[in-house]
T-cell receptor
Framework: DAKTTQPNSMESNEEEPVHLPCNHS???????IHWYRQLPSQGPEYVIH???SNVNNRMASLAIAEDRKSSTLILHRATLRDAAVYYC???????????FGQGTTLQVKP | EAGVTQFPSHSVIEKGQTVTLRCDPI?????LYWYRRVMGKEIKFLLH????????ESGMPNNRFLAERTGGTYSTLKVQPAELEDSGVYFC?????????????FGPGTRLTVL
């Protein structure tokens, strides 16, 4: 299973953009890049996913490097509610299961 | 649309007892997954149902764990007998289609404490 590397923690100020990096140097051509987050005392929540092109949705943007060996989750204006653990996960064509790493704990300061 | 629900939200049992966790997926979702997080560790996959069939049970830790999904609707995860190391949070997730591109919707989890 392809692995991802994320910083353990990051801090942001409220109302400012946040860029959460993820390295996945062993990604294969058909692996999708998914981001989930887990708010305190809740189950994980889907954020966004992509294959090659950058993606935008109402929650965030996903910027994928041209060689696909890294990606960045962008929260355009962090709010206190965005404080969570963010997981970057690769999914392979032979399985639907999610393989969680330790993720990045995002703190948002008022 | 109702989300994934799990019951109970908390369970405290003694070592050697039996506990059954229940998960109700989003209506119409054929795929159902169980995951768990034990203390201080990462969230780990346990198994995957497609309708009532076990598609992948490679993450089940041992034969004390039994998962069922009769009729392809709700699922139960039974731990018998429970051991101390089974303590943790058990999450259920469901998705509409099977595959690596689909979004999984998670329930709030069941916190299991084995004393």
């Amino acid at each position: 299973d392809a692995k991802t590397t994320q910083p353990n923690s990051m801090e942001s100020n409220e109302e400012e953009p946040v860029h959460l990096p993820c390295n996945h140097s062993t990604i294969s051509g058909t692996d999708y890049i998914h981001w989930y987050r887990q708010l305190p005392s809740q189950g994980p929540e889907y954020v966004i996913h992509g294959l090659t092109s950058n993606v935008n949705n109402r929650m965030a943007s996903l910027a994928i490097a041209e060689d696909r060996k890294s990606s960045t989750l962008i929260l355009h204006r962090a709010t206190l509610r965005d404080a969570a653990v963010y997981y970057c996960i690769l999914t392979s064509s032979n399985t639907g299961k999610l393989i969680f790493g330790q993720g990045t704990t995002l703190q948002v300061k008022p | 649309e109702a989300g994934v629900t799990q019951f109970p939200s908390h369970s405290v049992i003694e070592k050697g007892q039996t506990v059954t966790l229940r998960c109700d997926p989003i209506s119409g979702h054929d795929n159902l997954y169980w995951y768990r997080r034990v203390m201080g560790k990462e969230i780990k996959f346990l198994l995957h149902f497609v309708k009532e069939s076990k598609q992948d049970e490679s993450g089940m830790p041992n034969n004390r764990f039994l998962a069922e999904r009769t009729g392809g609707t709700y699922s139960t995860l039974k731990v018998q007998p429970a051991e101390l190391e089974d303590s943790g949070v058990y999450f259920c997730a469901s998705s509409q289609v099977s595959g690596w591109t689909d979004t999984q919707y998670f329930g709030p989890g069941t916190r299991l404490t084995v004393l």
